[in-house]
């Protein structure tokens, strides 16, 4: 079965729109769905739907791990981190999620109530996940899988919030771009968003799928998997 893996939104719902329009599920958002774009609700709103009926999946960007680590998690036992949260506003790209919401900064308890049940979506967003057809194989991880062996990152990656070091690599790090585990198997396929490029990348065992990096005048690019087509919002 065709996959079709989406990048990073960052708070853009019209350019969603236009590249749903476009699309057949399933479809796999690669994470980022928040931060930079003033549409940050809307976007939350249509993926968590989408989500909900089945014809998507959707990964924890790192974007969503900075808001849920700054404002909390309880679901997560996570507290409240001040930094984190001050970093996420003021450099992430947060400040559009605010202003969506209609709070300031300081006013977490309004954020929490603008974001709703999203907010507990976003906790439980997995980390990886992993599909096939025939015998290839993909791996979907927002910024990648580094050289070390598969199976041990890919466990960990599983296990998620439990081996969170509070800034895990396979959230963060661009080093990964163009990285794939040494042992990776001929016929798999790493699929990650992350590092915004003027084009989306597409080789057999490496896809990157983010060439908006939630700025203005960029567009946002779907691959379809396993043929490698690419499509965008724009014409």
């Known amino acids: 079965m065709a996959v079709t893996f989406i990048g990073d939104v960052h708070g853009w719902s019209d350019r969603l729109e236009r590249l749903i329009a ?8 690669v994470g980022d769905l928040i931060d930079r774009g003033p549409d ?7 993926v968590h739907a989408l ?38 506003h003021l450099r992430f790209g947060g ?19 603008a974001l709703g049940a999203h907010l507990e979506w976003m906790a439980r967003l997995p980390w990886v996940m992993e599909g096939s057809e025939g015998r290839s194989h993909w791996i979907a991880v927002h910024a990648g899988l580094d050289e070390s062996p598969l199976k041990p990152q890919l466990k960990q990656l599983h296990e998620g919030w439990s081996h ?12 990964r771009a163009f990285v794939i585990p040494h042992d990776l198997p ?4 790493v699929i990650s968003g992350h590092t915004p490029l003027a084009e989306a990348v597409v ?13 203005p005048s960029r567009p946002l690019s779907a691959v379809v998997w396993p043929e490698g087509r690419i499509i965008s919002s724009e014409p």
């Not at 089945?54 to 849920?68: D, F, I, K, T, V």
């Not at 969170?164 to 080093?175: C, E, I, M, R």
């Open 164 to 175: 969170d070091d509070g800034h895990p690599a396979a959230l963060f790090d661009k080093q």
């Open 40 to 46: 940050a609700l809307a976007v939350l709103q249509r």
């Open 51 to 88: 989500c909900a009926s089945g014809q998507a999946h959707c990964l924890l960007g790192n974007h969503e791990y900075a808001l849920l680590r700054g404002i909390g998690a309880p679901l997560l036992g996570i507290k409240p981190d001040p930094d984190i949260y001050a970093a996420w």
């Open 186 to 189: 001929e016929e798999w396929c």
């Open 203 to 215: 080789t057999p065992q490496r896809i990157l799928c983010d060439t908006s990096g939630g700025m």
């Open 22 to 29: 476009k699309l057949k599920p399933p479809l796999v958002f």
């Open 95 to 113: 400040a559009a999620v605010l202003q969506a919401c209609g709070v300031d900064s300081e006013d977490t308890a309004g954020l929490r109530h």
